[in-house]
């Protein structure tokens, strides 16, 4: 390995880890947040789709200027808008202010897209010139940063340590990380970001023509519900253990981070599982899974057995996003317009889905609305078999698995 790819890859690990952290540094607190400004589910969900929105936004303008800036750049960006609606988030919980919340949120969560798609437009491209499936391990280290995050988080509420404190270190490493980290990144002209969208009329009709495919729009499905169970769990673990189970905040936060720990294991050794038994076996045990633990962490009595739920249920969530891009990969010729559409229907449901659940929560409790979610696991279970190995042109099987967080 080329010590430049050899540096690009630690740097692309890195950097993935650290943007978990952040955002488990918010979601693992949303319960102090909300007990801090008074807000039920409802209001709470409220607040989390502001800064879906933000990031919705975000995600189709992070391709131009991937292109136009470079990967580092983008992430630099990312980082520093991280940073900047950690700050405000940090003085409206000072403040009590809904408002100022809510603005802090919109602009971080701008910040946490940005960064997300230029990591992984530079973790692509580190895998192509490595020749070997590493991207989910990029995810793992994801996951693990999240874990950490989520973990810091019960630590800083079991000593009561306030959550404008814990926002403003968190502003200090975001900016801090993406704006060095990125230095390590392959040279721009290394970097393809053609995967972040079409630049031609021809690859503008393609991915437009792409969303009347039917096996496309399967594959969305699949995907929906892989990531609507991943992101309902990241904004809702903690908060509904504490108010299902009537855990501490503290306690909470390990719930998540119980999930997390699950999902990242299994993100570790995820590609042998995939490549021993076949993508849609692997989906459907992963669907099945995430089922299953979801519906135990939903009706257990105590908290071992909704921790034992939230082990299945994050197991279950890890490879879902993977192989639905994968699948969408498959023919090389089609795959951008393909993998845009899936992952445009997986990160509406990832980032839009959590909250519409807060306001469900408001009429049977955020526990209990969590088992919508299984409505949509168990039709992405149903529709799995769309995501099987097709031949690309040269009859190779591609088993490739690249997933955006």
Known sequence: MKPAVRAASIATFAIFGLNGLVFASWASRIPAASSTLGLSSGETGGLLLVA????????????????????????????????????????????????????????????VALWDVGQNIEGGAVERLLNRTIMPRFHAAFSGGAFVGALVGAGLSALEISFSAHLVVVAVLSLTVSLWIPRSFLPEKTADPGSSGPDTDGDRAGSFGAWGESRTLLL????????????????????????????????????????????????FVGGAVIDHF?????????????????????????VPLAAAGAVLWGAGAALGFPMGMSAAADDPERAAARVSVVSTVGYTAFL?????LGFLGDLVGIRSALLAVGVAVLASFLVAPAARERPTPTGAIRLVTDEKS
């Open 52 to 111: 879906a929105v933000g990031s919705v936004i975000s995600l189709p303008l992070a391709g131009i200027i991937a292109a136009r800036s470079g990967t580092a750049n983008t992430v630099r960006i990312g980082g520093t808008a991280a940073a900047l609606g950690a700050s405000a988030v940090a003085l409206g919980l000072a403040l009590v202010s809904v408002p100022v919340v809510a603005a802090g949120l919109f602009l971080f969560g701008c910040g």
């Open 220 to 267: 969305g499905l699949v995907v929906l519900g892989a990531a609507l169970t991943e992101g309902a769990a990241n904004d809702w673990v903690a908060k509904a253990s504490v108010d299902g189970l009537g855990t501490t905040e503290s306690t909470g936060a390990i719930m998540f981070a119980i999930f997390v720990a699950a999902m990242t294991l299994v993100r």
């Open 278 to 302: 076949g993508r849609v076996r692997a989906l459907q045990a992963s669907l099945a899974s995430s089922l299953v633990g979801l519906v135990l962490f939903v009706v257990a009595p105590n």
């Open 352 to 356: 839009a889905g959590p909250p519409l």
